[in-house]
């Protein structure tokens, strides 16, 4: 029996809604991955390292709803070859924006280790353009080792949920993911983050 038009509305209203929320998880990643870079650098300080905990918290949210609505998608009965190929594209995309959010934060995690926020929140990393030399190292292991920072524990946290909503992913649906291609050649158009995820999945692409 071919599927009502009611359940093609929803169908194509639930791929909608996840490649929307799929931009939208890309742009917080994107900039979650700007802030990151900023770390221990002349522009870090406690207002950066509090935006990149808002940013992440901004991703891991969209993570959850995304995931969520896509697993309902791929485990309900397909309205169309159509609807369920674009559900599949928009997991392996989702997987590999998510592995790329994983590296940003095991990435900020080890720069909030080297350079820790002393001194009233003044940038760990000196340029020199002030005229002021580097941090007097004299003190900085006071209390026998140098002090962590709050923000580390909670980086171990966001690391290990977004490790779990992988291993969630990976378990929760059977999509081989030799069985998608890009649709667009390497490096033409697309914001596509670099090329660490582009193993799994290109920026755009289908289904085989």
Known sequence: MAPGRADVCRARGAAGTCAATQAALCKATAGHRQLVLQLGGSADGPRLREERRRR???????????????????????????????????????????????????????????FSLQGGGTAPLRTGLGGRGPPSRKGSRRGGGPAQPPTTLCLEEEIEQVRATLAEMESGANIPLWTVEPTQPGGTGGTAAPTAGTARAGHCCRVL
Do not use: I, M, N, Y
């Open 56 to 114: 992440s918290a901004e991703a891991r949210e969209l993570s959850t709803g995304l995931r969520k609505a896509l697993l309902a998608g791929l485990r309900q009965a397909p309205v169309s070859p159509e609807e369920q190929r674009e559900l599949e594209r928009l997991w392996v995309l989702f997987l590999s924006a998510l592995e790329l959010f994983l590296q940003d934060l095991h990435r900020a995690h080890h720069l909030c280790q080297l």
